[in-house]
């Protein structure tokens, strides 16, 4: 029942977050990466598991927050030589590390919302899924 509801309010943060890219500078690339969120963690609220696709996702995800982390103007930067300024006000073309900042924790948090669903597919999917 957790598990549901965990996915239930996932699949709605990660709906109301692609929806939020409109107004983003590359909602060509956001939207569709919330929405494959969405798409899994709702399958994963009716029981619907996907362990390939939760393996898969994580790992281009992580590819591009790895980029994120050490690309110009991405995390790094945003640590060291704008000293963890706050990523929650409004976003200014005039500060890039915020955005890319703010992208990297939300592939984190697809990520974890992958990772969780995967280990939990584990427990309810036969071996053969995995081969």
């Not at 309010?9 to 969405?38: E, H």
């Not at 390939?52 to 281009?60: F, G, M, R, S, V």
Request: charged share 15%.
């Amino acid at each position: 029942m957790a598990l549901r509801i965990f996915n239930y309010l996932f699949a709605f943060l990660f709906l109301v977050s692609a929806v939020l890219q409109y107004n983003d500078p590359d909602p060509w690339l956001w939207a569709p990466i919330y929405l494959f969120g969405t798409l899994l963690c709702f399958q994963a609220a009716k029981g619907r598991f996907y362990p390939k696709a939760y393996l898969i996702a994580t790992i281009l995800y992580s590819v591009y927050a790895f980029y994120l982390l050490f690309t110009h103007d991405g995390v790094i930067d945003w640590l060291n030589q704008h000293d963890a300024e706050n990523i929650a006000q409004t976003m200014k073309a005039t500060k890039p590390w915020i955005e890319d900042t703010r992208e990297f924790f939300g592939l984190l948090i697809l990520i974890g919302t992958f990772l969780v669903n995967y280990f939990a597919s584990r427990k309810t999917t036969p071996r053969s899924a995995y081969a």
